[in-house]
């Protein structure tokens, strides 16, 4: 090995590239750069994790779809060699000054420490389901967000591939209430006295007290009640009129 200042010789032919220090490095990729390799590995991959997060359960079923949660993601990631590192998380407050809730940055980084995906996500209180809580549980929802989101961007594949969604669990969090809402409303042509009613009915069916114990995997079972209810009551109609 060379001392530091030392002149070694080169041998005749060899080319000297200068390199710019300041230059950002390669990106190191996940899989090879041969399509039919990459789609091969890619697959081999998902049959593992795929019984890994059937065995443990670590999915949701929402509209007849696996979902799968955090546990999951973080469990491909480990696999690949690609893992959430929280950037920040801040506190948010209105004009008065009063907390609204946490976001949240999570990049994901591979094993040399380089960014391959990236997100933002909040958890306020204004959600139903946080509403309520102490500001320790939002600022970690906030980073657990943000982190399924930001693995889902370079990993989503791999999961589509082991025959989930690739949408995580914890996005649903905040919308699966709205979204079946959403669909009760339409079933009804709108009424919303009528889809109040529905809605209030198959909770209590259920044994659901309110929206806050209403879970991403209770929304398939809750729509298709009603659905069967508001088919039912149609039939019903229709006899009275003949």
């Not at 914890?170 to 009804?188: N, S």
Request: hydrophobic share 40%; with cysteine; proline share 5%.
């Amino acid at each position: 090995m060379a001392e530091p200042g030392e002149i070694i010789d080169v041998p005749t032919g060899t080319e000297l590239v200068a390199v710019d220090p300041s230059a950002p490095p390669e990106i190191v990729g996940l899989y090879p750069n041969d399509p039919l390799a990459m789609v091969e590995l890619a697959t081999a991959q998902a049959q593992q994790l795929s019984k890994i997060i059937d065995d443990q359960q670590l999915f949701t079923m929402i509209r007849s779809k696996k979902h799968v949660s955090i546990e999951g993601w973080t469990l491909l990631g480990s696999m690949l060699g690609v893992f959430p590192i929280v950037e920040w998380t801040r506190e948010l407050f209105d004009s008065e000054g009063e907390s609204l809730g946490w976001e949240a940055r999570v990049e994901a980084r591979n094993i040399q420490g380089q960014v391959v995906g990236a997100a933002e996500a909040e958890c306020r209180y204004g959600e139903k389901t946080w509403e309520d809580r102490h500001s320790y549980a939002l600022k970690s929802m906030a980073q657990t967000r943000a982190a399924s989101k930001a693995l889902r961007l370079p990993l989503g594949f791999v999961m589509s591939l082991a025959g989930y969604d690739a949408t995580p669990t914890e996005e649903f969090d905040r919308t699966h209430i709205a979204q079946a809402k959403a669909e009760v409303m339409a079933l009804v042509d709108g009424d919303k006295e009528v889809a109040k009613e529905l809605w209030t009915w198959a909770l209590d069916d259920h044994n659901l007290a309110s929206d806050d114990e209403v879970k991403p995997e209770h929304i398939e079972s809750i729509l298709t009640d009603i659905n069967d209810r508001t088919h039912t009551d149609e039939e019903g109609d229709d006899v009275n009129d003949d």
